[in-house]
């Protein structure tokens, strides 16, 4: 396997990244009149704090970050990560000893939101589609018993909003992460071959992304089937592929901890006339997409031009929920490209063009490229995947 052309961005950001995330969140605060933000999941905490740990998965530990109206924000962690978020520029950082069997960390959260916020002070959390708590709920229910005087407001738009417009070094490195993977799908011919389990062809993909410079696989799904595929979110079955069968996977690998999240098609030895129609019915959805992806436009209409076009081809079902969504350090962000999200498109907003449908009984098919508004319009992060279903094998 050839080693990465593409040099990776520095890891990590300067102080002054997380000062402007901090002074952009604090001044939407002032003018909702919230005097905290309190953080509870991994992507929102790294987001104003850089701390960056795979201890996450553990889901035995809560943490929390408090964001005040003004001064920098305040860890409330366990102890046994004192020392990397020391490593950040996060300076008052407070711990307990964690897991406690009657008061994990509650109390002590407590006492900085009233220390923080007041006594009767406005508290803001993540409450809408596509955020979550991640401590037990009877925590979180003593926790507004402690605070029975304050109240907890919904500041998703003060989070999610923020978070859509990505700066030039987050945009860095999901360009770097994008080019690494894309490069992968550019060898496909080597990676994947008929006869061989699709364990081995997602072991030889993972393989060959890590070679490329990518930090983790942390998704990979995919399908294959005779001339279509139907499932494509389970795990690989040890199925061997075969002769006619159409292959997609869809990565979301991670570099300093920002996806990429796309996936590519390809027929093995050969494809039915169904197969490689449908493909070209999403490559150019897809292209409607990004003639309209510009400033200005929303999402419902990102959805409705690549809808357009699958809806008149006359494939069986288009019906897929949404065609995109945002992309960032999570696998998916919002906002979603249905008919229902007017969210407006801005320069720095990092997005999916994800258009699919069901072309035959039992048949799917998935497109996705990710791209960057710019001013002038979309830019592509993905190497642009070919106009007609590629064939290898």
Request: charged share 20%.
């Amino acid at each position: 396997m050839p080693a990465p052309q593409n040099l990776p961005p520095p890891r990590g950001f300067p102080d002054a990244e997380f000062e402007t995330r901090l002074t952009t969140a604090q001044n939407t605060m002032a003018v909702a009149k919230i005097d905290a933000l309190l953080l509870t999941t991994e992507a929102d905490i790294r987001y104003y704090s850089g701390f960056a740990t795979q201890f996450w998965q553990s889901p035995t530990r809560p943490w929390f970050l408090v964001v005040p109206t003004t001064g920098k924000p305040v860890a409330v962690i366990p102890g046994i990560g004192a020392e990397c978020m020391a490593r950040t520029w996060i300076e008052d950082i407070r711990t307990w000893s964690s897991p406690h069997p009657h008061d994990d960390g509650i109390s002590l959260l407590a006492s900085t939101l009233r220390e923080v916020a007041g006594k009767t002070g406005r508290i803001g959390l993540p409450m809408a589609a596509g955020s979550h708590l991640r401590l037990p709920l009877a925590d979180f229910e003593k926790l507004r018993h402690c605070l029975r005087n304050m109240e907890f407001v919904d500041a998703t738009g003060i989070i999610q909003f923020q978070r859509m417009q990505k700066s030039e070094l987050e945009i860095s490195k999901i360009s770097y992460v994008c080019s690494s993977v894309s490069a992968v799908f550019a060898t496909a011919a080597e990676l994947f071959s008929i006869g061989q389990s699709d364990i081995d062809a997602f072991r030889s993909f993972k393989t060959a992304c890590l070679a490329h410079g990518v930090d983790d696989i942390s998704y990979l799904v995919g399908g294959a089937g005779a001339g279509g595929y139907n499932d494509i979110i389970s795990p690989p079955s040890g199925r061997l592929l075969a002769h006619g069968d159409i292959l997609m996977l869809d990565t979301g690998c991670t570099f300093d901890g920002y996806f990429c999240d796309f996936d590519r098609n390809f027929a093995l030895g050969a494809a039915s006339d169904q197969a490689p129609r449908a493909y070209r019915v999403l490559f150019e959805a897809t292209e409607a997409a990004l003639n309209i992806a510009v400033p200005g436009t929303t999402c419902a209409q990102l959805f409705h031009a690549m809808h357009k076009i699958i809806d008149a081809s006359g494939v069986l079902d288009s019906d897929v929920g949404r065609l995109g969504h945002g992309l960032g350090l999570q696998l998916t962000e919002p906002p979603s490209h249905t008919a229902f999200d007017h969210t407006v498109l801005k320069p720095g907003m990092v997005i999916t063009l994800e258009p699919g449908l069901t072309f035959a009984p039992g048949k799917t098919m998935v497109h996705e490229e990710n791209i960057v508004i710019r001013e002038t319009g979309a830019e592509l992060l993905t190497t642009r995947a070919p106009p007609e279903l590629p064939i290898i094998g």
